[in-house]
């Protein structure tokens, strides 16, 4: 290959059903958008049994420029390889960034091969700020209904923005890009060496350029459709909470120092929610929060103070109607499970499992509170938690350095 301009990696396991008009996606956004550069696509597989590979090696450059009518005035190769005989998204990471290192790209995206809705458009908002504007890491914002992304709204996004005093709205996210420099600059880091099982590698990507003085920048992609994972929350507590609480050691004097959140540059639209009505089963939330509250109090006690856990059960014992887990007591609850989680009180992943049904009693305040709102009150509200997440952020100090 020699060296290149561009590189977007593609990282796949078992999916040929939607990696075909990914991949054509990103060779008509680079056609469209980057004819005169130096680009390849570059898809590392964990070993699918499918026809994952054979579908990414099967699209003719020819065709797609016959089709679209646009031509480049350079090769634009397709390579597929393999990793590994299982998927591990932290090893396919790795891959696609050693690449891009040893072909010396200037910029570098990640695609998901399942996001089927992806448009060419999107490589041009993802790599632009990159190649042309010197930023060293463009996160992707999406337009999300107001009751998608909970998670993230109600801890991700406030704590990691009240800790790293960056504004980013996707610290975790499937699609984005990077420069040259950040690229080997991670390589040398320990982003890899996680204790979580290799887990939360994009997000811990994230944190090291916001921890890292690199560049940051945001562009609005729009509508982001996604797989149903919704029973498997845990798993993505692990990636996220996991990894976040896991953060805080080797970035301890970053975090700690007394900072005000700064903005971050967006190309587009900040937030953009939809308000359409869906059917959420807040009942069951109630139901998981007041269970999981009786059956972990042993736990619990070994996580949160005697004061945090005795407001907990209070809220436990009250009638659903009546039901509110306010802001102060959450954000507390997360300061305390973050400190809990750095003196490993118990076994870490414990930890996290514990707080899964902590966080379902603040979704059903969400969705209680926000049931009506429009998308600007939805975004306030948020407003708020992040505040409060600032204000308290001493209170996660204070509860680092106890012995108790």
Not at 263 to 270: K, L, N
Not at 377 to 391: G, Q, Y
Request: net charge negative; with cysteine.
């Amino acid at each position: 290959m020699g060296e290149v301009d561009l590189l977007v990696g593609v990282p796949t396991h078992n999916n040929a059903k939607t990696v075909g008009e990914t991949v054509q996606a990103i060779r008509t956004g680079l056609l469209k958008n980057f004819s005169r550069e130096r680009a390849v696509v570059l898809n590392a597989d964990g070993g699918s049994k499918d026809s994952t590979r054979e579908v990414v090696a099967a699209g003719s450059i020819n065709d797609l420029q016959r089709s679209s009518g646009l031509y480049a005035l350079r090769t634009l190769p397709c390579i597929s390889t393999v990793y590994g005989d299982s998927p591990a998204t932290e090893v396919a990471l790795r891959t696609i960034l050693a690449a891009a290192e040893l072909l010396r790209a200037k910029a570098c995206a990640i695609v998901s091969p399942e996001s089927t809705n992806i448009t060419p458009d999107w490589i041009e908002r993802l790599l632009r700020p990159v190649y042309r504007d010197n930023f060293d890491l463009v996160m992707p914002v999406y337009r999300r209904h107001k009751f998608d992304g909970l998670l993230l709204r109600n801890l991700i996004y406030p704590m990691t923005r009240a800790l790293y005093a960056k504004r980013v709205r996707e610290p975790y996210a499937a699609e984005f890009a990077f420069s040259g420099s950040f690229c080997s600059y991670l390589l040398e880091q320990q982003v890899w060496d996680h204790d979580g099982g290799g887990v939360g590698t994009e997000m811990r990507m994230t944190i090291a350029a916001m921890a890292g003085g690199f560049r940051l920048d945001q562009t609005f992609l729009g509508t982001k459709l996604h797989l149903d994972r919704s029973a498997d929350l845990v798993p993505a507590m692990r990636q996220t909470v996991g990894t976040l609480f896991w953060s805080l050691e080797p970035n301890f004097e970053y975090w700690s120092a007394n900072r005000d959140t700064e903005s971050v540059p967006t190309c587009g639209a900040e937030f953009d929610l939809t308000v359409e009505p869906i059917r959420v089963n807040r009942k069951r939330l109630y139901q998981l929060f007041a269970s999981g509250v009786a059956e972990l109090e042993p736990v619990l006690k070994s996580i949160l103070s005697a004061q945090t856990l005795s407001e907990i059960q209070s809220l436990a014992s009250v009638r659903e109607d009546d039901f509110r887990y306010p802001h102060e007591l959450w954000v507390k609850t997360a300061y305390e499970f973050a400190a809990s989680y750095h003196k490993s009180v118990i076994n870490r992943d414990h930890i996290i499992q514990a707080l899964a049904p902590l966080y379902r009693g603040k979704v059903y305040t969400f969705l209680l509170e926000n049931r009506d709102a429009s998308g600007e009150e939805v975004e306030a509200n948020v407003e708020a938690l992040c505040v409060t997440f600032e204000r308290l952020k001493p209170y996660l100090l204070e509860r680092w350095n106890t012995r108790e």
